[in-house]
């Protein structure tokens, strides 16, 4: 089954905006991670939430992750153009610890 | 801070050529991974391993796919006949657990397979 299915969307915003994107998810999981990657490049790690948990911080970024409708949010605080990026939720639901990304979101900060 | 690597950034290859992806995983991890990502599409699965075997593979993961831990530091992705729908960016991943719970995979930069 499909696993960590964002909202597909592209997302434009001016520099110290905030920008927030979604993502849903259909079965039980272990752990919901956020990746960002630049165009073309790798996948960078940005966060992980346990199922257990409901928010978490890390500097600028805020998440949240609500097992009752299954599914979590990142949000950007201050956005900079440095965020321009496509961000994934990955969600852990096995034993093997594999994850399954949704489609990704694309961030563009306007300077 | 540790980090995954992996080799060559780029590979392109002739239809029907083996190929084989080499990642380094960070050191004391457990777990290792395959993924890939189609252009303009999300990553996918395709094989975990753990304890110098295949732990789980996608249905992606058929007989032209092969992983190996041939030393201590070093996990190949081998495909034996490649195809043109084989062209994409091929991710290695590690992750610890050593306590059993779940924890941070950790992505390399990608190799880009181009298969021509």
């Known amino acids: 089954s499909q696993q960590g299915e964002e909202d597909p969307q592209a997302l434009s915003i001016q520099e110290g905006e905030n920008a927030t994107m979604n993502c849903s998810y259909k079965t039980s999981i272990n752990n919901l991670q956020w990746y960002r990657q630049n165009s073309g490049r790798g996948l960078v790690h940005l966060i992980l939430?346990?199922?257990?948990?409901r928010e978490k911080h890390s500097g600028r970024l805020r998440v949240t992750l609500d097992t009752s409708k299954k599914s979590s949010s990142l949000l950007i605080t201050a956005s900079r153009a440095a965020d321009t990026a496509s961000y994934f939720c990955a969600t852990d639901a096995g034993g093997n610890n594999r994850l399954a990304f949704g489609k990704g979101n694309q961030v563009v900060v306007i300077p | 801070e540790p980090e995954v690597t992996q080799t060559p950034s780029h590979q392109v290859t002739q239809m029907g050529q083996e190929v084989i992806l080499r990642c380094v995983p960070i050191?004391?991890?457990?777990?290792f991974y395959w993924y890939r990502q189609i252009l303009g599409q999300k990553v996918e699965f395709l094989v975990s391993f753990y304890n110098n075997e295949i732990s789980e593979k996608s249905e992606i993961f058929d007989d032209q796919f092969s992983v190996e831990r041939p030393d201590g530091s070093n996990f190949t992705l081998k495909i034996r006949s490649t195809k043109l729908e084989d062209s994409a960016m091929y991710f290695c991943?590690?992750?610890?657990?050593?306590?059993?719970?779940?924890?941070?995979?950790?992505f390399g930069p990608g190799t880009r397979l181009t298969v021509l």
């Open positions: 991943a590690s992750v610890w657990t050593g306590t059993g719970i779940t924890d941070t995979q950790y």
């Open positions: 050191s004391n991890h457990l777990y």
């Open positions: 939430i346990r199922s257990n948990e």
